[in-house]
């Protein structure tokens, strides 16, 4: 029987990125959520422009409640987190170059009062860093496929803080090597978004007239 051939990470890059639209920042044509990591370690000097890029995304009251848990591949901290992830994800995620867990505190440090935004700013915090860290040549996967539990308790994080994504972070490898055909298949499958006129609204429910 003929070898299948699969598309190379070159392809898959090209049939995944979203479509260039002038004007958009180039950093969101080029951000797509791969789970093929070459392996390749990511320096200390990368990593901290990825988490420069969330220290200075908007915030509630400027509280900054976000705090992330970083752990490279061969430390604890990587195999904790690891560890964590359900089934599915722990079959690629583990040749990323790094996993990084995204909290966020749930009450306002100058008053002890509820911060009803607390994850909603996580989430900025954690556009920019996957934005930087295409800009830089790299990819993320955010994943909410993991034990909340089992990951604050293995790295001991407060109650107060509340448990956003885990992210993977690396350099993109070849498809064939996530060896599973249905993750294959995922990685070379075109990415799809909503039109602007069923998420953007004049009047509720009727698309704006940009
Ligand atoms: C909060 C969140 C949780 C996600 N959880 C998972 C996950 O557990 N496993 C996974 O493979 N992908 C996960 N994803 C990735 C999404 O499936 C992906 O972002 C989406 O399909 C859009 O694709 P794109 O990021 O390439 O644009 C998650 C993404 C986000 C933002």
Request: hydrophobic letters at 45%; zero cysteines.
């Amino acid at each position: 029987m003929a070898a299948q051939t699969f598309l190379t990470a070159k392809e898959a890059d090209v049939l995944k990125k979203a479509p260039a639209v002038e004007g958009v920042l180039p950093a969101i044509h080029e951000r797509w959520s791969a789970r093929s990591f070459d392996g390749r370690e990511v320096s200390a000097e990368v990593l901290e422009k990825v988490f420069e890029a969330a220290r200075w995304a908007a915030s509630s009251g400027n509280e900054q409640p976000w705090r992330f848990v970083v752990g490279l591949r061969g430390s604890e901290t990587f195999r904790k987190l690891l560890e964590s992830l359900g089934g599915f994800n722990r079959e690629w995620a583990g040749r990323a170059a790094a996993l990084i867990l995204g909290t966020a505190a749930t009450r306002f440090s100058r008053n002890g009062a509820e911060n009803r935004f607390a994850l909603y700013d996580l989430g900025a915090a954690a556009a920019n860093l996957t934005l930087e860290a295409a800009a830089l040549g790299l990819t993320t996967h955010q994943m909410g496929g993991f034990d909340q539990e089992a990951a604050r308790k293995a790295l001991g994080i407060p109650a107060e803080y509340a448990l956003g994504a885990v992210i993977a972070l690396g350099y993109r490898g070849e498809p064939a090597e996530l060896g599973n055909e249905s993750l294959i298949e995922r990685e070379t499958t075109p990415r799809t978004r909503k039109p602007l006129s069923e998420i953007v609204f004049g009047e509720w429910g009727e698309a704006a007239k940009l």
